[in-house]
């Protein structure tokens, strides 16, 4: 059975609905070890969100630990070597999956072995990353707004004299929102797979 992670009522401030909702998620996942998901908000409410709000009582329920795609993914990086040989592209890094996950360098690994060279930086990375304005509800509530913020990361570029072909995020949101931008990207596991246009 398909359940949101509840992401969307967390930024919405209802609580009460999410800590219903994880409670539900933790019955869903009972008997498993691992969840893995693609989207680094999901993995940021099934552990972080979760451990705040259910702590002890998830775990007692038999919650399972939770990471990112991109993380599992790169401890197998060699399996994606030369799948895009060649492109340049620059990582964007997530909001959820860089400063709240933590997650820098595995995305950047699996880059460099489908590209055969590491990805170029943003000028403001890692910890210093600008937001896509992909994040929470503005995209709904401010599309102009959030288009914008995607607009202006994408120019803040102090590596400009190297352009590259595409943005790469291994977020789904921060990409619908570079899309809507008009800003030329590409999904983290696209590049992987040998996807790209």
Do not use: W
């Not at 070890?33 to 705040?52: E, F, H, I, K, W």
């Amino acid at each position: 059975r398909l359940q949101c992670c509840g992401y969307p009522l967390y930024v919405d401030g209802q609580l009460d609905l999410v800590e219903d909702n994880l409670l539900r998620l933790g019955e869903l996942f009972a008997g498993h070890d691992l969840v893995v998901t693609p989207d680094p908000g999901c993995a940021y409410m099934l552990s972080t969100v979760q451990n705040v709000l259910i702590g002890r009582r998830g775990k007692a329920r038999g919650f399972p630990d939770v990471l990112p795609l991109v993380e599992v993914l790169a401890q197998h990086a060699e399996r994606f070597a030369d799948a895009a040989r060649g492109r340049v592209l620059r990582y964007h890094d997530p909001c959820y999956l860089g400063r709240r996950g933590r997650t820098f360098d595995a995305p950047r690994e699996l880059l460099h072995q489908a590209c055969g060279r590491p990805p170029l930086e943003f000028y403001k990375n890692r910890d210093d990353a600008d937001c896509s304005g992909g994040g929470g509800l503005y995209p709904m509530s401010n599309p102009e707004g959030a288009a914008d913020i995607a607009r202006r990361r994408v120019s803040h570029d102090g590596n400009a004299h190297i352009p590259a072909e595409l943005v790469v995020t291994a977020c789904p949101s921060a990409r619908r929102n570079f899309e809507r931008a008009g800003v030329r990207v590409a999904d983290l596991i696209d590049v992987i797979l040998g996807e790209l246009p």
